[in-house]
């Protein structure tokens, strides 16, 4: 059974940083695309950053661009987003997803297209 497990949120201010981890174990084949969500109280999940495993491409949400990294270490079956200069409206439930379908660049941002989640971990960032 596939399972995904975050960790590394917390609590930080305004510009601090933090870098979440997504451990992911069970896999019989790799997902064909893996993302970070987050959702905030009363506000739908948005998707926050998603990587192709074939190729590597990357891709953030407008909010997020240049202030954070996803990335993958394939041989430890890890994911990371990198955060950094963090701000308020950052404050979330962040989750770890993967996805078996296959998706289009302009989908993987979209919850919709994601089969594997993880838990969630809160992120919270103070002014």
């Known amino acids: 059974q596939v399972e995904l497990m975050e960790s590394g949120g917390g609590s930080v201010q305004t510009g601090g940083s933090l870098r979440l981890s997504c451990t992911a174990s069970?896999?019989?084949?790799?997902?064909?695309?893996m993302g970070w969500f987050r959702q905030a109280p009363g506000k739908e999940r948005e998707g926050v950053a998603a990587?192709?495993?074939?190729?590597?491409?990357?891709y953030y949400a407008d909010s997020v661009k240049g202030r954070f990294t996803i990335s993958r270490e394939y041989s430890k079956n890890m994911m990371y987003l990198q955060m950094n200069n963090l701000k308020p409206e950052d404050t979330a439930l962040y989750y770890c997803?993967?996805?078996?379908?296959?998706?289009?660049?302009?989908?993987?941002?979209?919850?919709?297209?994601?089969?594997?989640w993880g838990q969630g971990t809160q992120v919270t960032v103070s002014s």
């Open positions: 997803a993967g996805s078996t379908l296959v998706l289009r660049w302009d989908q993987v941002l979209s919850s919709h297209g994601y089969n594997l």
């Open positions: 069970g896999w019989t084949f790799a997902p064909n695309s």
């Open positions: 990587i192709f495993t074939a190729d590597g491409r990357t």
